[in-house]
Structure formats: structure tokens, C-alpha cells
């Protein structure tokens, strides 16, 4: 039986599959190697780069009363539309005014982490639109409507016989697991779909202030066969992400490559702030931005506005022992690992109470801070939220969750475990169907479904092995 | 909507108001973010082929060495920027390679490669730098699973500073190093994800 003193996310890790441990954690240790040679071998001293990044952030975030309408304003002065969502829903209905107004009927899409938390892609699928994701790894989690566990990987969880699967399933070719394979059945599919779609959305990773100008990276280029492809771009950005000059995207574009993958550059760094050029036959005719709010003022008016500048590397994750054991879903949000267990309980708003255990899935050894390309002092925000938590008399952040901790029951004995795994498809309706029950979990489950059941393939696999 | 505007910035104002001092920015040496200087590169082109070639790129100098690259890769059809296509043609190596100066969308697949103006490289990262001004075809560096960029040396930048502050008024900036790729499946490396495969920054002095 669980003990009093586990938390939610303990248990979680203690009942990943060991295929998904295996994945996130070989995964997570190499780049946050990576990282770490390539920031060292660059620099004779990476963390001035990192404390002067932190500082630039800040100073814009506290002066965002001036640089959002500086944005604003460069941006329409090149021919870009600006819209401002004060929250998700009003976000999601922008863009798809936008996509009426136009008469169109399909997005390609690539990655953007806002998206994620507005439920863009169910939204306008609900509302008659269709909305690809381009990214390798957010088209097999769609694919598979399962949910990213990564900010940067979002299919760290999965191997790539899962992934052959759920190809197989798709129509996209005979079983294959060879990863060149794999993309290259995703390039062809995608190809077409680029052509066909009326609106190319990306997100943003960076805003000059000075310009307007979107920085927005990407290795596969995705982003940009979305700017090539169809006549009408769409930017969705949290207005925490700008930064006030040009010449500071040099320091940021270093870091995030740097950060987040170990890459000097991340492949395709674009610089956008306005439709095509004239003359240029390819791209799209109107660029809009969308500049979300969505819970961002309560943060910046918080006491834990430093957690506004983060630029959505992935290091703390990489980085974070408690990540490596639990991997992304146990943090039952958006935002996962060290970044999330701050920002999701901040974004949740009211239903701050229902992610306040999150806080308490560090054990503060500070690795997060250390690796933070905008040096955020992580550790410090979560025993602000735990604080807050406390005199909140927040509940969650004491009790266990009743999901995880039916699970947990679960796995702990082996008798139930065997017979829950050869239920097979009853499984796959039981978990969604127990969670709806329960409040928190049901507003967790609403935007988003959990993974097919596929329990009981590994202790069929070991036995088989063990025949052998 | 405009509501949604007045309401975020008053939400902004009213978050700042309390604080008593608002944080400066740093006046920091515009210098920060470029690399360690490489004294073992005899100039920028060198040390830019040997970053591209990190990066799984292509460097080659001069009009000869595309050829002779070209002769090996056994291309039939390809699209190249109507601007650069005599100078392309007059040489030896392009004969019996079609080249067609439209990149025709419903021929996507029949593009084995697409000739483009690089707008400028920087050295120490080996990227090359595509502005909307000068790339003719943003399909036509894209889309084909070989894409030649075609610099002129006066365009090289030793650094990512010196590339932005050659931004100008262009509203679309791509900064491509190396092929495309993804290390999505189980962190392996494969290119040409959705771009190309094979990046060649050719140099013309
Ligand atoms: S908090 Fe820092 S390390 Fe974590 S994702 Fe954000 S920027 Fe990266």
C-alpha cells in the first residue's frame, strides 16, 4: 500500500512501464549531456550567458507595458494582423473567425506548447476544421490521441515499435520500426497535406519588441513548409515571449539550441514579421498574431513571475531526477517536469488547488536551476507555491489523487495486476471512465485522453524471453 | 478583438503597478553570444565549411566543385532561381540536367534538387541565411530533397550578431544549418524530415 508520505507523482513513477522509463530516461541523461559540452566547449563562461538572458528577460517581462504595444505596432506597420486573447477559449475563437472570414476549411500546424494549452486542435476539429500537426512527434501523439510528455520530445515516452504500430494502424504502410523509414512515410503523407491546407499555424519562440519579428525554430522545417505552403499564416503567442531588441535574439537563438538539444542552432531559425514579399510566389498573403494572455497577468502579478521567462528549452526536465523516474504524463498538465510543477499549478487559476501537490515533486536539488537558460531559481518558486498551498489549505497538496491512487493499489498487488492486464479491452474504457467521476481529474481528462491500454505486452514479452 | 486588448493591458498595468523598481536591462557586451575564436581556420569560409560539415551540410567552392558533385549525384530535373540559371547553364557540368525556373506545386516530387541565392552564411555555426527578397521560390529551397544555396563571399558573416544586424526590412529570415531533421524516434538522427535532406551552400567569389 501506498505510504502516507508518497505523492501522487511517487506512485506514478513507481508504476511507469519500464519501456517508458527505459525511453525517457536514456533520452533525458544524453541531452542534458549534450548540452552541457556544447554550452562548455563554446563558451569559457556559459552561465554569464545564462544570468544575462535572465536579466533581459526580466527586464521585459517588468516593462511589458511598453514593449507589448511596441510589438504590437511594428508588427501592423508590416502588414501583420494583431489580435489579443485574454484567455484560451477567446484565443481558440479568434483563430477560427479568422479561418471563416477566409472560408477556409484546413490548418497544418506545428508545434506550439499555448496551442496545447487552449485545446486548439480539438477546438476547431469540434467546430468542422481540420488541424494537422507537422511535428514528427506531435503527429504520432495525435495520431495516437495521446498526449506530449515533453516540451521539445513530446513522444519521449514511446519507442519505436509503438510507433511502427500506430503507422500500421494508420494506413501509413506495413509494419516498420526502422526510424528512417518511419519519417519518411511521415514526409510524404505530410507533403501533400501542406498543399492542401488554407492556414499554416506555428507558435513563437521569441518576439523583438523592436520589429515585431517571430523567431520561431524548428529542425525539421515543419514551420517552415507551413510559411511556404499555404496563403495564410497564423502566429500564436504567449505575450511573455518577447524580448526587447533584435540584436538579442543572437543570445537567445544560442541558447535555446544550446539548452534544449545540445545544437549550436537549432536547423531552421526563421525571423517573421509580415506575409510575403512582394514578388515572392510562394507564402502566405496575410500573417495574423494571436498574443495570449491566459492566465499570464496573474503570474507576472504573482510572486512568482521569474517563472515568465522561461523559453520552453526542456533542460529542467532532461535534468530533473524526478522527471527521469516519473516521465512527463505523472505532472497531469500541459507543462511538465521542474518548469511545469510551477507554471501548470499557476496557470490552472481556480483550479490552482487541483495541481498544488505539484510543487512538492522536487526534492530541491537545484540541478534545474543550474541548467535554466534564463537562470530561474525554480527551487525558490516551489516553496513559494508550497507556501502558497499551505495557507490556501489547499488539499491536494496533501492528499493522494484517487486515480493514481486506485492504480497504485493496483500495481501493488500482483494477483490484481495480472488480472487487470489480461482484461484487455475493458481496461482501455475503465481508466477514462473511473477518472470522469472525480472532478479534478475529469477537467484533466476533458482536453485530453489517456493512451490506449497496451499493459501486459511486456510480461508477455519476459516470459516469452525466458522460454528462449 | 479590441476589448480582449484594452483588458490584457490593463491586466499588464495592474500587475506591474506594485512593483516598487522595475528590473534594467543589462547593458551587456554585444560580443556575449559569439563562440570561442577558432586562430586553427585560416578565414570565415574555412571555418564555415568545417561547422557545415558538422551539421551533416554540404561546403563546396566554386562552380567546378558543384559540378563534379553534381556528376556523382545523377540529377535529371531540378528547379534553380530564374537570376542564377545562365550562370548555371554556361557551365559544362549542368549539361543534360533540366533546369525549370517555376517550382510548380503539383510537380512537388519531380524536383530532385532547387537552386537558390543564399542571402548570407554565418561562419560559426555554418548556417546560410535565406531572405524573402532574394530566395525566388520558397518551395524551390524547400521542398526538394537537395537544396543548393549559391553565396557570394562578401555575404559571409563571421557570426550570428553581424547576420542580424544585416536584417534590413525583409519580413521572412531563415537561418538554415544543415539538413533537416528529427531525432523524435527514440533520439536517432534521420534528415529530411519535411525540408531536405541534403544542404549545399556552394561559394562563388
Ligand atoms: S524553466 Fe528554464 S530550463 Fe526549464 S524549460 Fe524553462 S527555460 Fe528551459
Redesign the pocket.
Given at each position: 500500500m501506498p505510504t502516507k508520505t508518497q505523492q501522487d507523482i511517487d506512485r506514478y513513477a513507481r508504476d511507469l512501464n519500464p519501456e517508458v522509463y527505459t525511453s525517457v530516461y536514456g533520452g533525458t541523461k544524453a541531452t542534458t549531456e549534450k548540452r552541457h559540452d556544447v554550452l562548455f566547449h563554446d563558451y569559457p563562461d556559459p552561465d554569464l550567458l545564462r544570468r544575462t538572458a535572465g536579466e533581459v528577460k526580466q527586464h521585459t517581462l517588468e516593462n511589458l507595458d511598453t514593449y507589448l504595444p511596441k510589438a504590437e505596432a511594428a508588427l501592423k506597420a508590416n502588414g501583420a494582423q494583431v489580435h489579443f486573447a485574454a484567455d484560451g477559449d477567446a484565443a481558440n475563437r479568434i483563430i477560427l473567425e479568422i479561418m471563416k472570414a477566409n472560408g477556409a476549411k484546413s490548418m497544418v500546424k506545428s508545434k506550439s506548447m499555448v496551442s496545447e494549452e487552449t485545446g486548439l486542435g480539438h477546438f476547431l476539429e469540434d467546430n468542422g476544421m481540420k488541424c494537422l500537426e507537422t511535428d514528427l512527434g506531435e503527429f504520432i501523439i495525435q495520431i495516437d490521441h495521446d498526449h506530449p510528455s515533453h516540451?521539445v520530445k513530446p513522444i519521449a515516452h514511446k519507442n519505436r515499435r509503438d510507433i511502427a504500430k500506430s503507422f500500421e494502424r494508420e494506413g501509413l504502410g506495413d509494419y516498420n520500426d526502422d526510424p528512417a523509414t518511419i519519417t519518411r512515410r511521415a514526409r510524404e503523407f505530410l507533403r501533400g497535406k501542406y498543399f492542401e491546407a488554407d492556414v499554416g499555424l506555428t507558435g513563437a519562440n521569441f518576439v523583438s519588441a523592436e520589429s515585431g519579428r517571430l523567431a520561431i525554430v524548428t529542425n525539421e522545417g515543419n514551420a517552415r513548409f507551413c510559411m511556404a505552403a499555404t496563403p495564410i499564416h497564423i502566429g500564436i503567442v504567449g505575450i511573455e515571449k518577447l524580448i526587447p531588441h533584435d540584436r538579442d535574439l543572437a543570445l537567445f537563438t544560442s541558447l535555446i539550441g544550446r539548452?534544449g538539444t545540445g545544437q549550436h542552432l537549432t536547423v531552421y531559425t526563421q525571423f517573421i514579421n509580415g506575409p510575403r514579399r512582394f514578388g515572392q510566389p510562394d507564402g502566405p498573403e496575410q500573417m495574423h498574431v494571436v498574443f495570449v494572455d491566459n492566465k499570464r497577468t496573474e503570474v507576472l502579478a504573482s510572486n512568482c513571475r521569474e517563472?515568465l521567462?522561461?523559453?520552453?528549452?526542456?533542460?529542467?526536465?532532461n535534468v530533473c531526477p524526478v522527471y527521469r523516474q516519473a516521465s512527463g504524463h505523472a505532472y497531469r498538465s500541459v507543462y511538465p517536469?521542474?518548469?511545469g510543477a510551477v507554471l501548470s499549478p499557476l496557470l490552472a487559476g481556480t483550479r490552482f488547488p487541483e495541481l498544488a501537490d505539484l510543487p512538492k515533486a522536487s526534492s530541491l536539488c537545484g540541478a534545474?536551476n543550474e541548467?535554466?537558460?534564463?537562470n530561474?531559481p525554480?527551487p525558490d518558486l516551489l516553496l513559494r507555491l508550497r507556501d502558497k498551498a499551505k495557507t490556501e489549505h489547499a488539499g491536494r497538496a496533501m492528499k493522494g489523487t484517487p486515480p493514481m491512487g486506485m492504480y497504485g493499489l493496483l500495481a501493488s498487488q500482483p494477483h490484481a495486476w495480472r488480472a487487470a492486464m489480461t482484461m484487455g479491452a475493458a481496461m482501455n474504457l475503465t481508466p477514462n471512465a473511473v477518472m470522469n467521476i472525480i472532478p479534478p481529474a475529469a477537467a484533466w481528462n476533458s482536453c485530453r485522453q489517456l493512451p490506449k491500454w497496451r499493459g501486459g505486452k511486456f510480461r508477455h514479452w519476459m516470459k516469452e524471453r525466458g522460454k528462449n | 478583438m479590441q476589448d480582449d486588448r484594452e483588458l490584457v493591458m490593463s491586466r499588464i498595468r495592474e500587475a506591474l503597478a506594485p512593483l516598487k523598481e522595475r528590473a534594467q536591462y543589462p547593458e551587456y557586451d554585444p560580443e556575449l553570444p559569439v563562440c570561442r575564436a577558432h586562430p586553427e581556420f585560416a578565414d570565415d569560409w574555412e571555418l564555415f565549411s568545417h561547422k557545415m560539415k558538422q551539421v551533416n551540410g554540404t561546403p563546396l567552392k566554386g562552380l567546378d566543385a558543384l559540378g563534379q558533385w553534381l556528376a556523382q549525384q545523377g540529377f535529371k530535373l531540378g528547379y534553380c532561381d530564374p537570376a542564377l540559371v545562365e550562370t548555371v547553364r554556361a557551365h559544362p557540368a549542368f549539361a543534360g540536367i533540366t533546369l525549370e525556373t517555376t517550382f510548380e506545386r503539383s510537380r512537388v516530387d519531380d524536383y530532385t534538387f532547387g537552386i537558390t541565392q543564399a542571402s548570407g552564411a554565418i561562419a560559426e555555426t555554418g548556417s546560410i541565411v535565406l531572405k524573402d527578397s532574394e530566395t525566388s521560390s520558397r518551395l524551390g529551397a524547400l521542398a526538394p530533397w537537395t537544396h543548393i544555396a549559391i553565396l557570394k563571399r562578401a555575404r559571409l558573416y563571421p557570426d550570428s550578431i553581424t547576420a542580424i544586424s544585416h536584417f534590413g526590412d525583409d519580413p521572412s529570415i531563415i537561418w538554415a544549418t544543415g539538413p533537416s531533421k528529427t531525432a523524435d524516434v527514440e533520439g536517432i538522427l534521420i534528415e529530411g524530415v519535411h525540408g531536405p535532406g541534403v544542404q549545399v551552400c556552394c561559394l562563388l567569389d
Open positions: 516540451i539548452s517563472i521567462r522561461c523559453i520552453r528549452c526542456g533542460a529542467c526536465l517536469g521542474p518548469v534545474c541548467v535554466c537558460p534564463v530561474i525554480i | -
